[in-house]
């Protein structure tokens, strides 16, 4: 099936600095969509994107789809202790089975302050 | 809003059990879904619904039944449990298709 390669896996970083982590696909999508999940929590949406080239902000969060429809990056800026959790990247194809979402495996923060 | 709402948050189950995991939620969303979250796997999607009286088989579906009578529940039955269904259940629902789902807070399966 269908999968996306996220990385990195995990990141250990200092409060303020910068994050990006990034999915790609063998496959194209119509959608990708970025997810934190908190520990113990379910996962909550951050940013979707629906554009090939589109680049949308959320706060501190900044994501983009990319243009061959394959990838897709998320940036944290100055980060804080909160940013701490896991980042799921998905990906949505096209209609009937394809609608659903597919996952990559996240990307595990932390933060030291 | 209560959201998605899902029962038990843990349980413990022996070899050979059966048990249904509880899903409901108030938001009017055709689309719910199951997945299972073990370390290192990311979220696999067991099985979906887009609406009451429809539901399809997504990447995981072995050992696992669902049924939608109702937009509202979705419930989640594990047959006879085996160690291997060991995880983290999550359910999800969003209007049909979207990408932008509602999960719960997750249920916590361990089988012995």
């Known amino acids: 099936g269908q999968q996306l390669n996220q990385s990195p896996q995990s990141m250990f970083i200092q409060e303020g600095e910068d994050v990006s982590m990034n999915c790609t696909s063998s496959?194209?999508?119509?959608?990708w969509l970025w997810y934190k999940q908190d520990p113990g929590e379910g996962p909550v949406l951050l940013i979707a994107?629906?554009?090939?080239?589109e680049l949308t902000s959320n706060g501190r969060l900044t994501a983009q789809f990319g243009i061959t429809r394959k990838d897709s990056f998320l940036n944290i800026s100055a980060s804080i202790p909160s940013d701490v959790g896991i980042y799921f990247c998905?990906?949505?194809?096209?209609?009937?089975?394809?609608?659903?979402?597919?996952f990559g495996k996240g990307t595990k923060l932390s933060v030291k302050p | 809003n209560a959201g998605v709402t899902q029962t038990p948050k843990f349980q413990v189950l022996k070899t050979g059990q059966s048990m249904t995991l509880q899903c409901a939620q108030d938001?009017?969303?055709?689309?719910m879904s199951w997945y299972r979250q073990d370390p290192g796997m990311g979220l696999r999607l067991i099985h979906y619904?887009?609406?009451?009286?429809?539901?399809d088989q997504g990447e995981v579906p072995n050992g696992y039944n669902v049924s939608r009578s109702t937009t509202e529940d979705f419930p989640l039955r594990l047959l006879s449990a085996a160690p291997s269904q060991t995880s983290v259940y999550f359910c999800?629902?969003?209007?049909?298709?979207?990408?932008?789902?509602?999960f719960g807070e997750g249920s916590r399966l361990t089988v012995l």
């Open positions: 619904s887009v609406g009451a009286g429809i539901t």
């Open positions: 496959s194209i999508f119509n959608t």
């Open positions: 938001m009017n969303h055709e689309y």
């Open positions: 998905a990906g949505q194809g096209y209609g009937g089975s394809q609608g659903n979402l597919i």
């Open positions: 999800a629902s969003s209007y049909v298709y979207t990408g932008e789902l509602f």
């Open positions: 994107l629906y554009k090939a080239g």
